[in-house]
């Protein structure tokens, strides 16, 4: 009788579930985005590592034609 307890729900979730849920993950996502120093400390950050990767790349580039 055990098999029983570990069947899925194949019941789908109400709406006010489903709302509830996405309410959660939004409160998440801006907490998080507080702890890391925001969006645009994030944008900046991804930016830089982008500048920094390219910088690279080109005096690869660069150094190979010589």
Known sequence: MESDNLKPNDSKPSL???I???WEWIV????M???VGGPIEIVTTI???AKILVSRALRQWRSEDK
């Not at 998440?28 to 907490?31: A, D, E, H, P, V």
Request: proline share 0%.
């Open 16 to 18: 006010w579930v489903e």
């Open 20 to 22: 509830g849920r996405g």
């Open 28 to 31: 998440f996502s801006i907490k």
């Open 33 to 35: 985005l507080r702890r």
């Open 47 to 49: 930016f830089n590592s």
